[in-house]
């Protein structure tokens, strides 16, 4: 059994920052991508960032500059930093990993973001 288990959601001013983790857990014998993906009212989830076990990362255009996705491989654990927050990155954030022997990526149970002043 897997686990993915995210923190630092809340509520932000515009211009604000915030630093979401997630971790996780479990029988795990290596992770290969992991990303982070959003979900607003009534939209679709869409791709936010990922990085690669190697580091190389990838980001939304509507976030490049802004985000910054990192991660920890010793404690199966990744970040994103938030900056610069808009009132349309409002959403529920989910973490995603793809674990070495399992067939589908794992997702955690979403962190709610919300940007407003």
């Known amino acids: 059994q897997v686990q993915l288990v995210e923190s630092g959601g809340g509520l932000v001013q515009p211009g604000g920052s915030l630093r979401l983790s997630c971790a996780a857990s479990?029988?795990?014998?290596?992770?290969?991508?992991m990303g982070w993906y959003r979900q607003a009212p009534d939209k679709r989830r869409v791709l936010v960032a990922a990085?690669?076990?190697?580091?190389?990362?990838n980001y939304a255009d509507s976030v490049k500059g802004r985000f910054t996705i990192s991660r920890d491989n010793a404690k199966n654990t990744v970040y994103l930093q938030m900056n610069s927050l808009k009132p349309e990155d409002t959403a529920v954030y989910y973490c995603?990993?793809?674990?070495?022997?399992?067939?589908?990526?794992?997702w955690g149970q979403g962190t709610q973001v919300t940007v407003s002043s």
């Open positions: 995603n990993a793809e674990i070495l022997g399992r067939a589908r990526p794992v």
């Open positions: 990085i690669t076990s190697g580091g190389s990362t």
């Open positions: 479990g029988s795990i014998f290596g992770i290969n991508a």
